[in-house]
């Protein structure tokens, strides 16, 4: 222990400076653990509660009272990342050090809604820290991805550059909507395209049916027939 140390320990201001401290730090709020209990998407803001009980001078725990209209975090500005915030979500509630309610409504520079530092009202939520109990399903700790809560479906793009998928449904709206691939497989029972589909090489297949018109070189093979011949009762042979 230094000499400076000691002599602090041994002052008579020593005691009640930790009690003034502690005191004053009891009424403050810097960052703790909490979960939401009722989330507003249009404003994305919620209801949320502390995690942690309070403890009182006789020793007593009781829970924080809910903080309202507490600021939940999104990435994003010209592209956001958003998500479902469910009740019971769970992250960090940070406080701000200054009253934040001119900020709120104004955005950009402002001035102190108020002289109050780190109080319980000037809340934030960020929604990415977990307890035990509640820990990502599935995690994949290979590149970046998006899954459901219990891991069953996922997009996954892995570090080596290859993207896997599992989905229930799929539906695109788009404009142009390009592919350029090596190669690209489809295994489905059915397909179905609406409008007209135009191939610049082949198509094979082992069926191919057409229900209005079949065309080979500008022929309509539904309704082509053959002149300069005389009907009779006999069938012609297979192709040739």
């Not at 507490?70 to 592209?79: I, K, L, R, T, Y």
Request: charged share 20%.
């Amino acid at each position: 222990m230094s000499e400076i140390e000691r002599e602090i320990k041994g002052s008579p201001l020593t005691k009640p400076i930790q009690v003034g401290v502690d005191s004053y730090l009891r009424t403050k709020f810097f960052c703790i653990p909490g979960h939401v209990v009722d989330f507003n998407p249009d404003e994305q803001m919620a209801t949320v509660q502390i995690g942690i009980e309070k403890a009182g001078d006789d020793g007593s725990l009781s829970a924080h009272p809910e903080i309202i209209m507490v600021p939940v975090g999104f990435a994003g500005d010209d592209v956001i990342f958003g998500h479902k915030v469910s009740s019971g979500t769970e992250g960090l509630i940070y406080f701000s050090q200054r009253g934040v309610d001119n900020w709120m409504n104004s955005g950009g520079i402002a001035p102190p809604s108020t002289m109050r530092k780190f109080d319980i009202t000037d809340a934030f939520f960020d929604p990415k820290f977990r307890s035990l109990p509640n820990v990502i399903q599935g995690f994949k700790n290979d590149g970046a991805w998006m899954a459901t809560k219990d891991g069953a479906h996922y997009f996954h793009l892995k570090s080596d550059g290859s993207i896997d998928a599992d989905v229930t449904e799929t539906n695109w709206k788009t404009g142009t909507f390009n592919i350029e691939s090596t190669a690209f497989n489809v295994t489905s029972p059915t397909s179905t395209f609406t409008g007209s589909v135009t191939a610049t090489e082949t198509i094979t297949g082992k069926v191919i049916s057409a229900v209005q018109g079949l065309f080979v070189a500008t022929l309509n093979m539904l309704t082509h027939k053959h002149g300069g011949v005389s009907r009779g009762n006999q069938d012609t042979d297979g192709p040739k």
